[in-house]
């Protein structure tokens, strides 16, 4: 065991084409965790991928005139570069054409037709090749998927079953148990309701299609993408023994979005619950972006392009705005005017704005370094501030603040929670006057402390933000004369606590951190 293992997951990604706003959420939120449980101390794996196998990719690779390796190839290339833009830090990358990866899945396809879970048989019916998906002619929505609205193809072909439907009472014992299996609760409510209609037996090989992980004891048949797929969180770790799949497993969060919580909060434990091994402990589905309050698509041509956007306002602010902007787990709707917003607001008025002030002031007041704070004196005005701020710098930090938003995996919760020491800051500005102080001689004493206090309070809350805004966060710790963060030291906890910065530290004032952007008409 790692000490204190923290495993997380994304989605692995199609490659039938380049990631846009949506995958760069999912993985954005990964990052967040990975970053924030690290800072804590913990043993951090953090997976994602890309999902190269099936119908989808075996088309548009046609349609391109290219092998499915070569659109694999290309689009990888591109992905991995998008990561590392958007200040992605994985520790693996996963491709389900990758060897390590096909001899799992050939190896758990051993494994299940031994234990008697899987048996031959015919399909007939539907299938959507956008989702990958077989659906019942029940499910259809007037002879379209009802998930992506495609046109669903007839398929008949022999197939070999997974006897899902064994699984259902123990799944539905899982759900009762361990509600925190499926997150939000919306989710939750609906996967048990679909379950408690009656699991069906659920196809998992292929004979129409080439482009897949052959099945070892029946070469005609591929296996079906979408176990292909699930299987990469297990054979990153090189399940069975591998040292990784002893240390991590089980996952602690797989994020996804809530379009595929079927596969991953059904399909998935099913699996694994035939392989005897265990689930893992939550699945968080988020929820879907939209753009400019419409539903993106291909043929309307308005995804929002993550590298676009990030050129026009920054990586950070982006990272910030999609994890601020709604409650983690509900829709969203992504407009520039909204970003521009959240920026001028939330980042140049509140943050930015108090880092500048108070290095503007230590430079002023103090020569460039900070002030050793003292005993206030009794009677002084600052006292109550002083006294104010720090309790909320301690509420941060505390059951129900910052802390317990991550733990809950509620971004925009622990972010509104280190706002509150943010914004207790700048009214501390307000409150204690630190250019009156300046005025009287006898009031150094009280100056030294309210200049203290606010780069302390800035320090504190770099350690929060910095997750969230590595790159930025880093500067903003340079202008306060601090070292980067780095993420293999343990900055939480007693770090995070007040009194931690060193006076005559010396601060460097730099440009604004995040200089105004002009409004974008709505
Ligand atoms: N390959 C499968 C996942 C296999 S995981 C074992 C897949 N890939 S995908 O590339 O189509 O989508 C990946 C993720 O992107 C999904 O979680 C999906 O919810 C997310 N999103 C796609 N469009 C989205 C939005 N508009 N908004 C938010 N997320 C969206 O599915």
Same mark, same amino acid.
């Given at each position: 065991?790692?000490?204190?293992?923290?495993?997380?997951?994304?989605?692995?990604?199609?490659?039938?084409?380049?990631?846009?706003?949506?995958?760069?959420?999912?993985?954005?939120?990964?990052?967040?965790?990975?970053?924030?449980?690290?800072?804590?101390?913990?043993?951090?794996?953090?997976?994602?991928?890309?999902?190269?196998?099936?119908?989808?990719?075996?088309?548009?690779?046609?349609?391109?005139?290219?092998?499915?390796?070569?659109?694999?190839?290309?689009?990888?290339?591109?992905?991995?570069?998008?990561?590392?833009?958007?200040?992605?830090?994985?520790?693996?990358?996963?491709?389900?054409?990758?060897?390590?990866?096909?001899?799992?899945?050939?190896?758990?396809?051993?494994?299940?037709?031994?234990?008697?879970?899987?048996?031959?048989?015919?399909?007939?019916?539907?299938?959507?090749?956008?989702?990958?998906?077989?659906?019942?002619?029940?499910?259809?929505?007037?002879?379209?998927?009802?998930?992506?609205?495609?046109?669903?193809?007839?398929?008949?072909?022999?197939?070999?079953?997974?006897?899902?439907?064994?699984?259902?009472?123990?799944?539905?014992?899982?759900?009762?148990?361990?509600?925190?299996?499926?997150?939000?609760?919306?989710?939750?409510?609906?996967?048990?309701?679909?379950?408690?209609?009656?699991?069906?037996?659920?196809?998992?090989?292929?004979?129409?299609?080439?482009?897949?992980?052959?099945?070892?004891?029946?070469?005609?048949?591929?296996?079906?993408?979408?176990?292909?797929?699930?299987?990469?969180?297990?054979?990153?770790?090189?399940?069975?023994?591998?040292?990784?799949?002893?240390?991590?497993?089980?996952?602690?969060?797989?994020?996804?979005?809530?379009?595929?919580?079927?596969?991953?909060?059904?399909?998935?434990?099913?699996?694994?619950?035939?392989?005897?091994?265990?689930?893992?402990?939550?699945?968080?589905?988020?929820?879907?972006?939209?753009?400019?309050?419409?539903?993106?698509?291909?043929?309307?041509?308005?995804?929002?392009?993550?590298?676009?956007?990030?050129?026009?306002?920054?990586?950070?602010?982006?990272?910030?705005?999609?994890?601020?902007?709604?409650?983690?787990?509900?829709?969203?709707?992504? #407009?520039?005017?909204? =970003? !521009?917003? *959240?920026? @001028?607001?939330?980042?140049?008025?509140?943050?930015?704005?108090? $880092?500048? %002030?108070?290095?503007?002031?230590?430079?002023?007041?103090?020569?460039?370094?900070?002030?050793?704070?003292?005993?206030?004196?009794?009677?002084?005005?600052?006292?109550?501030?002083?006294?104010?701020?720090?309790?909320?710098?301690?509420?941060?930090?505390?059951?129900?603040?910052?802390?317990?938003?991550?733990?809950?995996?509620?971004?925009?919760?622990?972010?509104? #929670?280190?706002?509150? =020491? !943010?914004? *207790?800051? @700048?009214?501390?500005?307000?409150?204690?006057?630190?250019?009156? $102080?300046? %005025?009287?001689?006898?009031?150094?004493?009280?100056?030294?402390?309210?200049?203290?206090?606010?780069?302390?309070?800035?320090?504190?809350?770099?350690?929060?933000?910095?997750?969230?805004?590595?790159?930025?966060?880093?500067?903003?710790?340079?202008?306060?004369?601090?070292?980067?963060?780095?993420?293999?030291?343990?900055?939480?906890?007693?770090?995070?606590?007040?009194?931690?910065?060193?006076?005559?530290? *010396?601060?460097?004032?730099?440009?604004?951190?995040?200089?105004?952007?002009?409004?974008?008409?709505?």
């Amino acid at each position: 065991m790692a000490p204190d293992p923290f495993y997380v997951t994304t989605p692995i990604y199609y490659v039938n084409d380049i990631p846009h706003i949506g995958h760069s959420y999912t993985t954005i939120a990964a990052d967040v965790l990975a970053r924030y449980h690290r800072l804590a101390g913990r043993t951090v794996h953090f997976l994602t991928g890309t999902d190269e196998h099936g119908t989808k990719i075996e088309r548009a690779a046609a349609a391109n005139n290219e092998t499915p390796i070569e659109l694999a190839d290309r689009v990888v290339k591109r992905s991995r570069s998008l990561w590392e833009h958007l200040e992605i830090t994985h520790d693996d990358f996963i491709r389900t054409t990758q060897p390590r990866h096909e001899r799992v899945v050939q190896d758990v396809f051993n494994r299940l037709h031994e234990s008697g879970d899987l048996y031959l048989d015919q399909y007939e019916g539907w299938y959507c090749a956008s989702c990958e998906n077989f659906l019942a002619d029940d499910e259809l929505a007037e002879g379209n998927c009802p998930d992506c609205g495609k046109k669903a193809e007839w398929a008949a072909e022999e197939t070999y079953y997974f006897r899902m439907s064994a699984y259902e009472d123990r799944l539905l014992e899982h759900l009762r148990e361990h509600p925190e299996f499926v997150r939000p609760e919306a989710r939750l409510n609906e996967i048990r309701s679909r379950v408690e209609a009656g699991l069906r037996d659920v196809s998992v090989t292929r004979t129409s299609i080439t482009w897949g992980v052959p099945l070892p004891f029946d070469e005609k048949h591929v296996i079906y993408v979408w176990i292909d797929a699930l299987l990469n969180y297990i054979s990153a770790l090189g399940y069975p023994d591998g040292d990784l799949f002893r240390a991590f497993w089980p996952a602690d969060v797989h994020l996804i979005g809530k379009d595929i919580i079927w596969f991953h909060c059904v399909i998935w434990p099913c699996v694994l619950m035939a392989l005897d091994v265990p689930l893992p402990k939550t699945v968080f589905a988020h929820g879907w972006w939209t753009h400019n309050g419409e539903k993106m698509s291909k043929s309307k041509g308005n995804f929002v392009d993550p590298v676009a956007t990030t050129d026009a306002y920054g990586v950070d602010p982006y990272r910030y705005f999609l994890l601020r902007s709604m409650p983690f787990g509900q829709d969203g709707d992504f #407009s520039e005017s909204a =970003l !521009v917003g *959240r920026y @001028n607001n939330d980042l140049g008025n509140d943050l930015g704005n108090l $880092l500048y %002030r108070t290095l503007t002031m230590i430079e002023k007041y103090n020569d460039g370094s900070v002030p050793e704070p003292v005993d206030l004196p009794a009677g002084s005005s600052c006292v109550d501030a002083t006294t104010g701020l720090r309790e909320v710098a301690a509420g941060v930090a505390a059951a129900g603040g910052f802390h317990s938003q991550m733990a809950d995996i509620q971004f925009s919760r622990a972010l509104e #929670s280190a706002w509150e =020491l !943010v914004r *207790r800051a @700048n009214q501390y500005v307000e409150e204690t006057r630190p250019w009156d $102080l300046a %005025r009287s001689d006898d009031r150094v004493g009280e100056l030294s402390t309210v200049l203290y206090s606010l780069a302390e309070a800035l320090r504190i809350i770099s350690l929060y933000l910095w997750p969230f805004m590595p790159a930025k966060i880093d500067e903003m710790r340079r202008q306060l004369g601090l070292e980067p963060v780095d993420s293999k030291r343990v900055l939480l906890g007693a770090a995070a606590e007040w009194g931690g910065l060193e006076p005559g530290t *010396r601060v460097c004032k730099g440009e604004p951190l995040f200089p105004k952007i002009e409004e974008v008409p709505e």
